[in-house]
């Protein structure tokens, strides 16, 4: 039996799959009833606040993973910066600039599949100087193991972020090299240790919704904290270079079931927002989303920051 739109709303276990799959076929004036209510969901559980988070690419390019979405893996041929670990002040510099815009939580992001012992040692001492500036250190260094991990928590590391992409089905459609359980494998060691874990994926790698709603129950089964939304842009270079991006709509549906499958998690929208969304940016929050990737991605543009403070404000949120 469905769900309706108030059981919906008022159950905090989040809707089931066969509820989410039916949703997935609204269109037209029905698919924005499923906007409000997502919006609805997301005022009774977060409130109309909006966590606002900012990353560095700390470490940058030749990452020898063929995941076929990256501009940085080392099997594509693309105009992605190579470069090795960022020292400390620029790192710092970055984050305070992100803090001086109301971001309190940043994110130590480098390519590979791990970082050496030396390059781990220096983000330990980062994560220590993050602490002192009031601001919440995360990391996405690849697929660690517990000590690895541990190492990073007695730092003051807050949160890890670690997306699994896409379902179990769909993963080895885009990446080879490692697997969807290798993956599990570092989610499970931070979650061991009680860190804050991070992790969702990206949309439009060409998966069905079936893998959408596939990977959104395994996050919940999981416990992660807070579910990045991220919407692939082809970048040239890559296998999936000539891939079409979704409508505005389509990922605002994605938002939507979201956050009705997961109405007490983070929903954060990241990556190729702006590309994605266009004038519709702001419907990020009427669609259920409480979190925002504030600046820059990894290797492609974000929005001013001043213009998404704006439209916070504007929608009459708060951070």
């Known amino acids: 039996m469905l769900q309706t739109e108030q059981q919906a709303i008022n159950s905090n276990n989040g809707i089931d799959k066969l509820s989410a799959l039916s949703l ?23 409130g109309n606040k909006v966590d606002l988070c900012s990353i560095v690419n700390a470490k940058s390019g030749a990452c020898p993973e063929d995941c076929s979405f990256c501009a940085q893996s080392a099997h594509s041929k693309t105009h992605a910066n190579i470069y090795p670990l960022l020292n400390k002040e620029k790192i710092l510099e970055a984050a305070i600039y992100a803090r001086q815009h109301g971001v309190k939580r940043f994110c130590i992001v480098t390519s590979g599949n791990a ?8 983000i330990c001492h980062v994560i220590s100087e993050l602490r002192k500036h009031d601001i919440l250190p995360c990391a996405t260094l690849g697929m660690l193991d517990a000590q690895q991990l541990k190492q990073l928590k007695e730092a003051g590391l807050n ?66 904290d807070s579910i990045p939304i991220n919407f692939f842009t082809p970048v040239k ?23 009705l499958i997961l109405p007490e998690r983070e929903i954060r929208v990241c990556g190729g927002r702006p590309v994605t969304l266009r004038d519709l940016n702001s ?22 920051p001043l213009n998404d403070l704006q439209m916070i404000q504007d929608m009459g949120l708060e951070i």
């Open 24 to 46: 997935t076929q609204r269109k037209g004036p029905e698919l924005f009833d499923l906007f409000t209510t997502a919006r609805r969901v997301r005022e009774k559980f977060r």
């Open 237 to 259: 270079g890559t296998p999936l270079e000539n891939s079409e991006m979704l409508s505005p709509l389509e990922a605002l549906k994605i938002i939507a079931i979201y956050r």
């Open 115 to 122: 970082p050496s012992n030396k390059d781990l040692d220096n």
């Open 159 to 224: 949160r890890y972020h670690h997306n699994l992409e896409s379902s179990e089905a769909f993963f080895s459609e885009i990446c080879t090299t490692h697997t969807y359980q290798d993956k599990m494998k570092t989610i499970r060691a931070a979650l061991s240790l009680d860190l804050s874990l991070c992790s969702g994926g990206i949309f439009g790698l060409g998966e069905s919704w079936e893998d959408r709603i596939e990977m959104a129950f395994a996050l919940k089964e999981t416990g992660v």
């Open 283 to 304: 419907h990020i929050f009427t669609a259920g989303a409480d979190g925002l990737l504030l600046g820059n991605y990894l290797t492609t543009q974000g929005r001013a």
